[in-house]
C-alpha cells in the first residue's frame, strides 16, 4: 500500500513538473509570437517603442551572458584540483599551502579574506550610516552638497594610493599601537591595517546608498512625527532610519561584497603570510592576494593554477551570493514596510 502511494505520489510530482514546463514554454511561445505580430503590424511611435523595449533588453542579456560565461571558465578551470584525487574539494577546509609539496588549501586566504572584510563592516558600516543620517537629516543645504563631493571624490580615489598611503603611514600607527598593547617591534603589516584602510575605502559607497536611502522616505513621515512630539534625533532615529533600512541593508551587504574583493591596498598592508592570524596584529593573506602574488608563477602548473582559479571562483561565487542577498533584504524591508 505504501509503496503504492509513494509511486502515485511521484507520478503526481513528475506529472505536475511536466505541465508546469509545458505552460512555461506555450507562455514563452506566445510572448515571442505577440512581439513578431506587434513589430509587424504597429507603425509610428508604436514600432519606436518596440525597438526601445529591444534595445534595452539586449544589456540585461549580455550581462547574463557574461556572468555565465565567467562562472563557467572559473569552473573549467578549477575542475582539476577540485575534482582530482590528490586535493578534490577538501582543499576549501585545508589550511596549508605549499604547491611544491602537493598542498593545496585555500582555508588560510578565506579566514584571512573574511577576517580582513569583517574588520572594515565594523568600522565602515557605523560611521558610514552615522554619516548618512548626519547628510540627511542634519546637515545645512548649503554645505551638503559639498560634503557629498567630497565622499563621492574619496570613491574615485584609485585603490593603489589608498595602498601606498596605508604602507608610508597608516601602517605605523597600526605598529605603535601594537608596540603600545602588547610591547616588542612591529612593522605594521598586519589583518588590523588591512581592516582599518578596506574601511576608509569602503565609506564612500556606505555614505552614498545609505543616504540616498535616507532621502527616499517620505517628508510625510518626518512631519508625522514632529506632530507627534519627537524631536529630530528620534525621528531620524527611529522613523526615518527604520523606513530606509532596506536600502542601508543594501549598502552593506554590497560593500561586503566589495571588500571581500579589493586587491592592490590589501595586497600592500596586510603581510602576506601564510597563517590564520590570531591577533589584530598578526599579518594574513586574503584571497584576491594570493591569485595577485602567484598567477604568473603557477601558470606552468596545473593543479597549482587550477587551486588558484578555485580560488577566483569562490570569490566569484561570494559576490553573486552578496548580490543576492541584497535583493532579497531589499524586497522583505519593502514588503515588510508596506513600500513594495
Not at 143 to 149: A, G, K, N, W, Y
Not at 212 to 239: H, N, W
Not at 291 to 317: C, D, H, K
Request: hydrophobic share 50%; glycine share 8%.
Amino acid at each position: 500500500m505504501t509503496d503504492k502511494q509513494g509511486t502515485s505520489t511521484e507520478e503526481a510530482y513528475a506529472e505536475d513538473s511536466t505541465i508546469e514546463e509545458i505552460g512555461f514554454l506555450q507562455n514563452l511561445k506566445n510572448g515571442f509570437s505577440s512581439y513578431f505580430h506587434d513589430l509587424r503590424t504597429a507603425k509610428g511611435p508604436a514600432r519606436m517603442d518596440i525597438f526601445g523595449r529591444t534595445m534595452l533588453i539586449i544589456p540585461a542579456l549580455a550581462s547574463v551572458t557574461i556572468i555565465t560565461l565567467i562562472l563557467a571558465m572559473l569552473w573549467v578551470e578549477s575542475a582539476p584540483i577540485l575534482l582530482s584525487e590528490q586535493a578534490g574539494i577538501g582543499i576549501i577546509v585545508d589550511t596549508e599551502w605549499g604547491p611544491n609539496r602537493g598542498h593545496y588549501g585555500i582555508a588560510i586566504f578565506i579566514a584571512g579574506t573574511f577576517l580582513c572584510a569583517s574588520i572594515a563592516i565594523l568600522i565602515a558600516i557605523p560611521t558610514g550610516v552615522g554619516g548618512a543620517i548626519f547628510l540627511s537629516e542634519f546637515c545645512p543645504l548649503r554645505i551638503r552638497s559639498f560634503f557629498r563631493t567630497i565622499i563621492e571624490l574619496m570613491a574615485a580615489i584609485p585603490s593603489i594610493v589608498y595602498g601606498l598611503w596605508a604602507f608610508t603611514v597608516l601602517r605605523f600607527w597600526v605598529a605603535d599601537l601594537g608596540e603600545f598593547w602588547y610591547g616588542g617591534d612591529m612593522n605594521g603589516l598586519s589583518l588590523l591595517s588591512g581592516g582599518i584602510i578596506l574601511s576608509i575605502m569602503l565609506l564612500p559607497t556606505v555614505v552614498t546608498v545609505s543616504d540616498d536611502a535616507l532621502q527616499s522616505v517620505p517628508k510625510t513621515y518626518r512631519e508625522a512625527s514632529f506632530a507627534l512630539g519627537a524631536t529630530k534625533s528620534e525621528t531620524a532615529r527611529r522613523i526615518v532610519l527604520s523606513a530606509a533600512i532596506p536600502g542601508v541593508g543594501a549598502a552593506v551587504v554590497l560593500s561586503l561584497g566589495r571588500a571581500v574583493g579589493e586587491t592592490m591596498a590589501i595586497l600592500m598592508v596586510t603581510g602576506n603570510s601564510l597563517q590564520i592570524p590570531l591577533t589584530l596584529f598578526d599579518p594574513c593573506y586574503v584571497m584576491t592576494s594570493i591569485i595577485t602574488n602567484q598567477l604568473g608563477t603557477a601558470y606552468v602548473e596545473p593543479l597549482w593554477r587550477s587551486s588558484l582559479f578555485s580560488v577566483a571562483l569562490i570569490l566569484m561565487l561570494m559576490s553573486v551570493a552578496f548580490t543576492l542577498i541584497a535583493k532579497v533584504f531589499i524586497s522583505w524591508g519593502m514588503k515588510t514596510r508596506g513600500m513594495s
